[in-house]
């Protein structure tokens, strides 16, 4: 059973266009992590959010935590090539760290 | 930076041979994972310590994959014997707090099983 389900699966889009990736799931988390990960390397931290309702930015990417705690979405502004990759969500419960299927995003010139 | 660090970075073995890989997390880093990720998948969890204890393993193929980390420190997983199916990313990642947050990943180990 995936505890976290990511959609879309995947997403083409050209760059400059914006987009929205969703993390949803049925359980609560502690926490919930986003993660961006290049063919070949190993997942990288993007953001950590913690509170109901908390948004954070980096730069063009805006993370949205839900009030319920149990979803998730990630928003990118103007693409960039730059921004190719998967990402990936990831919820916190004790002793746990639970990853979704993620995102396959490629962003064209 | 301090970061994990994980070797080989790749490693070709013959099915029914055996295969180890080594993980030493970030300095101070209480909780370790090691999952296994299929091309274009998210990671799936194999085993979780804290410190030398194992916390999770339920989806480790105890079969034939073992995994330790006698002093609390680095780690080592091994599958013995390979199965194609095995061929995979195997990622190893530390974690400050035992709660399941903020996991940091090393660069992965890229296993092919022929």
């Known amino acids: 059973t995936q505890l976290l389900e990511q959609s879309p699966q995947f997403l083409s889009i050209q760059e400059g266009e914006n987009l929205t990736v969703y993390c949803n799931s049925s359980?609560?988390?502690?926490?919930l992590q986003w993660y961006r990960q290049e063919p070949g390397e190993g997942p990288v931290l993007l953001v950590t959010?913690?509170?109901?309702?908390e948004v954070k930015k980096l730069k063009r990417l805006t993370f949205q935590f839900g009030d319920a705690r149990k979803d998730s979405s990630l928003h990118i502004t103007a693409a960039q090539p730059g921004d190719t990759g998967l990402y990936l969500c990831?919820?916190?419960?004790?002793?746990?760290?639970?990853f979704g299927k993620g995102t396959s995003l490629l962003v064209t010139p | 930076e301090a970061e994990v660090a994980q070797s080989p970075r790749y490693k070709i073995t013959e099915k029914s041979q055996a295969v180890a890989f080594w993980c030493d997390p970030i300095?101070?880093?209480?909780?370790l994972y090691w999952y296994r990720q299929i091309l274009g998948q998210g990671p799936e969890l194999l085993v979780q310590?804290?410190?030398?204890?194992?916390?999770?393993d339920s989806q480790l193929p105890k079969d034939r994959f073992s995994a330790e980390r006698l002093k609390g420190v680095d780690s080592t997983l091994k599958i013995q014997p390979a199965e194609l199916g095995d061929s995979a990313m195997y990622l190893c990642?530390?974690?400050?707090?035992?709660?399941?947050?903020?996991?940091?990943f090393g660069q992965g180990t890229r296993l092919t099983v022929v």
């Open positions: 990642a530390s974690s400050f707090r035992d709660l399941g947050t903020e996991a940091f």
């Open positions: 359980s609560v988390f502690s926490s």
């Open positions: 959010v913690v509170t109901g309702g």
């Open positions: 990831a919820g916190g419960r004790r002793y746990a760290l639970n």
């Open positions: 300095s101070g880093h209480a909780t």
């Open positions: 310590f804290q410190d030398e204890s194992v916390v999770d």
